[in-house]
């Protein structure tokens, strides 16, 4: 079963992404599991202990589950000042 | 205390609004905020604060000016290059503002001086440009329960709360309870950063501050403003403390400040020097310039992004971009049994790019240090520094 989600990317992964938001037709039923399946398209250096993940200007589990029409964010952390 | 003529006319616009007049304007006179780093974010920090008076801030900077701050750094001027960037903050604010005494911390901030410094201040504002620092200012505010106000930036992006664990709110341990591997997230002297953003994201904390000094409103705890310059977004998120924080949770195990540039993972400055002649070889960019100057049979790396290059680059050297290194591998495969000297912009992203190509093979590579940076300062000041 496939799912539609808004798939939003800050900091450095923006930039390892190549762009700031898309939409995406996914199979992942977790953050966690479509985080993994973004990370292998599109390597992506940080590990998900490294940074957040909301949904629905919540943030969530790695291992919550995944709804159609959801907006995810991925929000790895920043320093800089 | 009464406030003279002239206080009244400098304050008058805050002296009209009922939610400050002359209580809340005298509540700021008296009040003590602490701004870590005169940078990006404390150059409008401490203008504002200033203006607004703030009755004393104390500054905490070990760095001099730089040209390359002057693009978003707004306190400090042309005539203070190569001077500490407090002593800089400090003079435009006395000419600004003289209600405001202003306390110069010139100094890094930690584990010995953290809690003495911090102890005078009501408020502290986190504006530095780096992980430890950032988990230290954390762990001290939580220690002394004083409000921490966060704000941090990365190219168009911003992040801003306030961490107040004695009002019963999250800490920045709550949010990312571990710092990223070492290298893996570029400050923005690598990876850039968009000029006015800090001006968004320190006025963003400016106000936090303000509201806590005067008891007005609804603070920031407890929510994350995620700022999108690209897309003019705020996005704010809930924030909600971690029971298993080990900081401010239920049962928390950190009650003093600890070694912070070893819990980030960054060696210390022999054991770095041990290590990185034990792994990888390094060059300065003077014997860079000799091996070059001599014909020397190797293969010079430039691991930058295109866009950097651009800007400027090392004669002879070829690009391939760090973020592309693991694709394009192979493009190196002819170079395999070479010596291979690798460069970046400071020596950071070419050490990594040294331990990749290592580890798929290449036995001989050599890091520059201090990247191109280094070879405008010691080898051809002609090359521009960015
Ligand atoms: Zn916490």
Known sequence: MTRNVRVQYFGILREQRGCGEESRETGAASPLDLYRELAGEHGFSLDPENLRVAVNDEFRDWDSILAEGDKVVFIPPVAGG | MELSREQIERYSRHLILP?????????????????????????????????AGVGKLGLVDFDV???SNL????IHGLSWLGKPKVESAKARIADLNPDVQVEVHREAITSKNALEILREYDVVIDGTDNFPTRYLTNDACALLKKPNIYGSIFRFDGQATVFDTARGGPCYRCLYPEPPPPGMVPSCAEGGVLGIL??????IQATECIKILLGIGSSLVGRLIQYDSLAMKFREL??????????????PTIHELIDYEQFCGIPKPDEKKEEQQTMIPQITAPELKAK?????????LDVREQHEYDIARIPGATLLPLSVIQQRVGELEDHKG??????CKMGGRS?????????????KVVNVAGGITAWSDQVDPSVAKY
């Open chain 2, 238 to 251: 809930k924030l909600r403390r971690d029971p298993n924080c080990p900081l401010c949770g239920d049962n």
């Open chain 2, 351 to 363: 050490m990594q790019a040294c331990q990749f190509l290592q580890s798929q093979g290449f036995s």
């Open chain 2, 19 to 51: 939610e400050i007049a002359v209580e809340g304007q005298k509540r700021l006179l008296s009040s003590r905020v602490l701004l870590i780093g005169t940078g990006g974010l404390g150059s409008p920090l401490a203008l504002y604060l200033g203006a």
């Open chain 2, 71 to 74: 693009q978003r750094q707004v």
């Open chain 2, 198 to 203: 800090p001006g968004i994201i320190g006025l």
């Open chain 2, 338 to 343: 070479r010596e291979i000297v690798i460069h």
């Open chain 2, 292 to 300: 070059l100057d001599a014909k020397e049979d190797f293969l010079l």
């Open chain 2, 65 to 67: 000016v730089d040209r």
